[in-house]
């Protein structure tokens, strides 16, 4: 196991294409374009990926815990067994990524956009999901537990294999969505 800690590598790349088994703790990621960039068995503690593109990445078998991602934007890269907690992924950009067997919890997604993601077995839950634009995503045996979707946009969408157990739809936007069961929904939310 290879510990990485207090590092900055803000406005810098990684110096390594692959890392397994190394833990990046209290480390600086801001401002960085992290491109084609694999880490496998990877933990990520108090880590600050603020203003960053992290663009054909592969994430497997990783942890990420207490994580700073504002204005952050992931896309085409692979999650895998990933699991994530306490992190803060505010404002920023989900698209094209594909996440499988994937548990998110105790997080804030609030303001994102996430665009023609692909999500199997993935799990949200108690999750901050204000105002986010959902458009185009794949879901297959996908649940959103506890979570808060107030004010989000569904656009495009096919989620008949999208749980919201228990989670609050008030005001959220459905357009032009195949699948809904509306009895898992508030009833105020806005159809078109």
Known sequence: MTLIQNKNFNKNTLFEN????????????????????KFIDCNFVDI???????????????NFSNCELFHTNFK?????????????????VLEKNTFNYC??????????????????????SNCDMKNIIFLKNIYNETEYKLCNFFK????????????FKNSNTFLCVFQNCQGLILEE???????N
């Not at 989000?152 to 749980?163: D, M, P, V, W």
């Open 103 to 124: 548990n998110f919890f105790n997080s804030c997604f609030r303001g994102s956009k996430m665009s023609d993601n692909n999500y199997n077995n993935f799990s949200l």
């Open 18 to 37: 692959e890392f397994e088994f190394s833990t990046f703790k209290n480390c600086f990621f801001k401002f960085t374009i992290l491109k084609d960039k």
């Open 76 to 92: 085409n890269c692979l999650f895998k067994q990933v699991s994530g907690s306490e992190f803060d992924l505010r404002a920023g």
């Open 152 to 163: 989000s946009k569904f656009i495009n969408e096919q989620i008949s294999h999208l749980n």
């Open 185 to 191: 929904l508030d009833k105020h939310i806005i159809l």
């Open 48 to 62: 600050d990926f603020g203003n960053s593109d992290l663009i054909n990445c592969e994430f497997i078998n990783c």
